[in-house]
């Protein structure tokens, strides 16, 4: 078993496949508990709640007239105040608030519908076999995250936005580059400035000439409805949501599949038959992301019998709330053949993702080509020695060395 990540957030902290060992203890005290947490590496600690509890964490997440998102700008404008909202939040559809929200949502949902996302599959099945040609290419033992992974995650991305396949390395490298806690501010800021400015020069041509993609489609559909910066933020969103959480996914689902061979033998004995269960199953069982946008509370409002009271912010961890004993019997097992439980992995409420069925047909994919190409695919190292990401966006790996 790896050692536990460490991350400023304490609901962020993994040990393994599953929360840390900190986290469940606070769960043993209560649903929801208050807890001195850090906003940022260096900031002083701020009170905030953390829900923990399956019930609580849907509950806070579910109740979209009692809790705002709109945390980074609350004391400007309690509700709905976009007149309040940073430019670089434009779009930002986890951080609105209705009527706001469904205004948006309802334009880009469209997009995001099973049927349309089946135009897409083709595509990714392309993806990934290049992928795979890649790693035989490259040789054994192979970086199933550099190598595969990661670059079917940013290449569905691109094809999603448009960004021409010229441009994906540098454009995924410098997204990548802001993230990285431990680059310099300057160069963080430089590879931020990078990819905003070219996905504003991607929005413009496509107000001038929309083809058949993802963006163009809305502004033909909707182009009179939201300004550039709203569709620019839309555009950043994606990009935030679509590529860690899907490296992270694709990456640690095959490690649990490999520590699990168990379960890896139910995908492989009918693989087009069960790999939606067992994509159901890891999405609860690694739950990638740490929380969704924090919760502020609009007026004085009971959770789990604790008073929230109105300003106050609630973290959900989905982490917790995807292993609480309420959920499931047995929750804390990998197990790919239980009835599905009703997991929030992808949020709950009206801030369901609404990228879920793609998310859900990228995994799909990359799991049944990885082992159609590599039926006997193995561990190049202990899986002591794997290293999980620390301090990230989403959960995932840094590396995973594999053989065949």
Request: hydrophobic content about 40%; charged content about 25%; proline content about 7%.
């Amino acid at each position: 078993m790896p050692e536990e990540t460490q991350h400023q957030f304490d609901h962020a902290r993994r040990a393994g496949f599953g929360p840390s060992d900190d986290i469940r203890q606070q769960r043993a005290q209560g649903a929801l508990v208050k807890e001195e947490v850090a906003p940022a590496p260096g900031a002083a600690p701020e009170p905030i709640w953390m829900a923990l509890g399956y019930e609580a964490v849907r509950q806070v997440m579910g109740d979209h007239v009692r809790f705002s998102n709109q945390r980074r700008f609350r004391a400007q404008a309690v509700r709905g105040g976009s007149k309040h909202r940073p430019q670089e939040m434009s779009g930002h559809l986890m951080d609105y608030d209705q009527p706001e929200h469904t205004r948006l949502r309802k334009m880009l949902t469209p997009e995001f519908t099973v049927r349309r996302i089946q135009r897409l599959k083709p595509v990714t099945e392309q993806i990934a076999e290049r992928c795979l040609d890649a790693m035989e290419r490259n040789g054994q033992p192979a970086d199933l995250v550099d190598l595969y992974a990661s670059p079917i995650s940013g290449a569905v991305l691109c094809e999603l936005l448009g960004v021409p396949r010229d441009d994906r390395r540098e454009f995924l490298v410098k997204h990548q580059w802001q993230l990285e806690q431990d680059r310099s501010r300057k160069d963080r800021a430089a590879a931020q400035a990078y990819t905003s400015g070219y996905l504003r020069a991607l929005v413009k041509r496509q107000r001038k000439d929309p083809d058949e993609g993802f963006i163009g489609q809305l502004i033909r559909d909707h182009g009179d409805n939201f300004d550039d910066e709203e569709l620019l933020g839309i555009c950043g969103l994606m990009v935030l949501a679509g590529l860690d959480n899907v490296t992270g996914m694709i990456s640690l689902g095959v490690l649990a599949l490999l520590e699990h061979p168990d379960q890896l033998a139910v995908l492989l004995a009918a693989p087009e038959k069960n790999v939606d269960r067992v994509v159901d199953e890891l999405l609860r069982f690694l739950s990638v992301a740490h929380a969704p946008t924090p919760r502020t509370a609009v007026e004085d409002v009971v959770v789990a019998g604790q008073l929230v009271k109105a300003g106050e912010e609630v973290v959900c961890s989905i982490p917790m709330a995807n292993r609480d004993p309420a959920l499931g019997p047995d929750v804390d097992r990998f197990d790919v053949e239980r009835d599905p439980l009703p997991h929030i992995a992808f949020g709950h409420g009206i801030h369901h993702c609404i990228g879920a069925a793609l998310g859900r047909m990228e995994l799909r994919t990359a799991y049944l080509a990885l082992w159609r190409r590599f039926p006997d695919l193995r561990l190049a190292v202990p899986a002591a020695d794997v290293p999980h990401k620390t301090n990230s966006i989403a959960y995932g790996l840094e590396r995973l060395p594999v053989a065949w």
